[in-house]
T-cell receptor
């Protein structure tokens, strides 16, 4: 069974700090990795995608992927109270599999 | 703007009374998905359509059905809702390409009386 694991949190950081969110996955042939942000009572919103080992930066967000360790992370620099949300890690398997497996999410709270 | 639209945003139904949730998209994506999400849980895939091909997840109850009359629209039918079916129902779309992300609608919050 393919699994995606995340610390449920809550992860609490002060405003302006770096928030680090982690995700591990069990399917070694996974090819595509996504981070979604979900505010309470709202639907998931895509914020980052990453496909190759290394870092990918987009504004204050950096996604990091290490396929050998089956590990993907999301760094949020200069955290703002508006970043307070649940962050879902989603993984797509290899080959023709286009379905996503989601982690349960990490609740992030940024304190002013 | 191209988008995924779900109606209604909130739906209240009675125990055992059939209910239909709708989803439409202007992205022209060929894959449409229905997820169920309960509080503090990951979205759970119920089924998806690749074009007109219906793909049911093995653990989706028979109580849940879906229709996709055309590329733009997809419906979720719950034939006899039970109290355990109260949840957020999310529709998502994607292109058939492993690098393409899924795009979600705003969801429908279903309550059962």
């Amino acid at each position: 069974q393919k699994e995606v694991e995340q610390n449920s949190g809550p992860l609490s950081v002060p405003e302006g700090a770096i928030a680090s969110l982690n995700c591990t996955y069990s399917d070694r042939v996974s090819q595509s990795f996504f981070w979604y942000r979900q505010y309470s009572g709202k639907s998931p919103e895509l914020i980052m995608s990453i496909y190759s080992n290394g870092d990918k930066e987009d504004g204050r967000f950096t996604a990091q992927l290490n396929k050998a360790s089956q590990y993907v992370s999301l760094l949020i620099r200069d955290s703002q109270p508006s970043d307070s949300a649940t962050y879902l890690c989603a993984v797509r398997g290899g080959g023709s599999n286009y379905k996503l497996t989601f982690g349960k999410g990490t609740l992030l709270t940024v304190n002013p | 703007d191209a988008m995924v639209i779900q109606n209604p945003r909130y739906q209240v139904t009675q125990f055992g009374k059939p209910v239909t949730l709708s989803c439409s998209q202007t992205l022209n994506h060929n894959v449409m998905y229905w997820y169920q999400q309960k509080s503090s849980q990951a979205p759970k895939l119920l089924f998806h359509y690749y074009d007109k091909d219906f793909n049911n997840e093995a653990d989706t109850p028979d109580n849940f059905q879906s229709r996709r009359p055309n590329t733009s629209f997809c419906f979720l039918d719950i034939r006899s809702p039970g109290l355990g079916d109260a949840a957020m129902y999310l529709c998502a779309t994607s292109r058939y390409d492993r690098d393409q992300p899924q795009h979600f609608g705003d969801g429908t919050r279903l309550s059962i009386l």
